[in-house]
Structures are given as C-alpha cells and as structure tokens.
C-alpha cells in the first residue's frame, strides 16, 4: 500500500461546479498536512495548510480526519484557473523529518 | 512568502557530461534542502534530504555517487548529475525549510530545472 494515495483523476468539471478531492495516508504518526497546487511544467505550490478543525480560504475547504487517515479538499465554484493537479503532502518526524507526496489528482475546469 | 531560485531553468547536455544544480534560499535560512525528481505525468519523488554541513541522507534506490548533494551554506545547496545519462532526464525540483524538529513547517520550492541529456 501507497504511503499516501489519491485518485489520479482527471476530474472533468464545468465552470461553477463544486468538486471534491480525498487523499488515504497510511502512517499514523503523521503530524502535517498540505494541499499543493502543481500546474502543467511547473513547481508544486502551497495551497492550504490542512487542520484538524478544517480551515476554509475562499472558495477552498480543507478537511482531516485522523480517525479514518485521510485529508479532504473541496473547490466550490470552480474557475477555469483552478485546473491544475491537486498533491496532498504529509508530513511526519520520527527523528527525522519526512515529507511524502501523492501522486496526485488532476483536474480539468471546462468553460 | 518566502523565494527559491534555481539554476538553471533548462539545461541539455551530452551523455556522460556532469550537470550541476543550484538551488539557493533568497530571503531566509534553509536549514534543510530537499531534492525532488518528477518524470512526466508522475509524481515528485523525493531524492535526498540535505541539512547545512552535514552529509546528505538519500533515499532508497539513489545513487549517492551519481547524485552529489553539497549544502554548504544555510542558503546554497547544490546537486550534481554525473555522467549524464538519457535516463536521466526529469524535471529536478529543490525544495527549502526553515527551522528544525517540527514537521510543520511549510516547504518552499524552487521553479525546477528541466534536464535533458541527449
């Protein structure tokens, strides 16, 4: 099993739709979540930190549910600039800091 | 937020040519460096981690000889592709963090160098 596993997708959505993402980690000293946002050629970059109490930015929610190991984000009212591939990162320190990517989910917005 | 640089952005080489990669933290102290490697439609997989003068612990199945990691400075850490070979060719994408001993903390990436060796 995956350390860290996602739908790779793609998602094909239109404009406006609201669309969910789930990701499974398998370790359970996991401590640290992220989404990252990887657009086509070009560096991940942050899009959310994931808390244990959900955190909302705008139109994004992040959500983690250490009960069952996954992490959750939702986009509410797709743009077309929101087509991307979504990584989910865990972090976890066991003396060393550790940090695992998945695979990553694609998604399409269509107009 | 914090900046990255790499460089280069893009280099071709000939087989058997050594390449070096720079990657250099701009406005704060990296304490820790990470190299990643991301073959196309696939995901990032982490190479080495590299803390400021200390040896570079790699992962399982990189070679540390072909793959030379140098962090000489909380700024500069460098990686060094030798003896190219085609196979070799990815996308390699350094990542930074400040601080030590909490997972928290956030990485910063470089904008990626995209190798191709011919």
């Known amino acids: 099993r995956k350390e860290v596993e996602q739908d790779p997708g793609p998602f094909n959505v239109p404009e406006g739709a609201t669309v969910a993402f789930n990701c499974t980690y398998s370790?359970?000293?996991?401590?640290?979540f992220f989404w990252y946002r990887q657009d086509c050629r070009k560096e991940p970059k942050l899009l959310m930190s994931v808390y244990s109490s959900g955190n909302e930015d705008g139109r994004f929610t992040a959500q983690l549910n250490r009960a069952s190991q996954y992490i959750s984000l939702l986009i509410r009212d797709s743009k077309l600039s929101d087509s991307a591939t979504y990584l989910c990162v865990v972090n976890f320190y066991t003396g060393g800091f550790k940090t695992i990517f998945g695979a990553g989910t694609r998604l399409f917005v269509k107009a | 937020g914090a900046v990255v640089s790499q460089h280069p952005s893009r280099v071709i080489c000939k087989s058997g040519t050594s390449v070096k990669i720079e990657c250099r933290s701009l406005?704060?102290?990296?304490?820790?460096m990470f190299w990643y490697r991301q073959f196309p439609k696939q995901s990032l997989m982490l190479m080495a981690t590299s803390n400021e003068g200390s040896k570079a612990t790699y992962e399982q199945g990189v070679e540390k000889d072909k793959f030379l990691i140098n962090h000489a400075s909380l700024t500069l850490s460098t990686l060094t592709v030798t003896s190219a070979h085609p196979e070799d060719s990815s996308f390699y994408i350094c990542s930074a963090r400040e601080g030590e001993g909490v997972s928290y903390n956030e990485q910063f990436f470089g904008p990626g160098t995209r190798l191709t060796v011919l």
């Open positions: 370790n359970s000293a996991s401590q640290s």
């Open positions: 406005d704060f102290q990296a304490t820790t």
